[in-house]
C-alpha cells in the first residue's frame, strides 16, 4: 500500500501543491481531480497513486472503493549544478531541483450507524 517516487525532476515547492490538493481524500476524488488540473506534476504524481492501488489490490487483496491517501511527502531530492554565464566574465549558479514523492494509502472501512 506504499509507492515511490524518486528523482523526478521538478522542484518539491511546486510538487507539494498537488500532495496538498489530495492529500486525505479517497483515491477515486484525488484521481479524478488530478486529470483536470493543469499542472506538470499532476501526471507523475496520478500514475503514483494508480501504481499504489495495483500494490493494494494485487498484493494484499483490498478494494480500490476503500482506499484514501492516508500520507504523501515531498521530499527534496539532489540538486544538479550548472553554471551560467553572466557579464564581465562570471558565473552564475543554477540549480536544477529534484524530488522524492513518498505514498501511503490506508483503508476506510464503512462502519455501521447505532441509533440509540
Not at 82 to 98: Q, V
Amino acid at each position: 500500500m506504499k509507492a515511490k517516487l524518486s528523482n523526478y525532476n521538478q522542484s518539491p515547492r511546486k510538487v507539494r501543491l498537488l500532495a496538498d490538493l489530495v492529500r486525505g481524500k479517497k483515491v477515486a476524488e484525488a484521481l479524478n481531480e488530478l486529470s483536470f488540473v493543469a499542472k506538470r506534476a499532476a501526471g507523475p504524481v496520478k500514475n503514483l497513486i494508480e501504481s499504489a492501488v495495483a500494490n493494494a489490490t494485487n498484493n494484499s487483496g483490498l478494494a480500490k472503493d476503500n482506499l484514501f491517501i492516508k500520507e504523501i511527502r515531498v521530499d527534496k531530492g539532489y540538486i544538479m549544478k550548472r553554471w551560467r554565464a553572466r557579464a564581465r566574465g562570471r558565473a552564475a549558479p543554477i540549480r536544477h531541483r529534484t524530488s522524492h514523492i513518498n505514498l501511503a494509502l490506508g483503508v476506510k472501512e464503512d462502519k455501521p450507524v447505532v441509533n440509540k
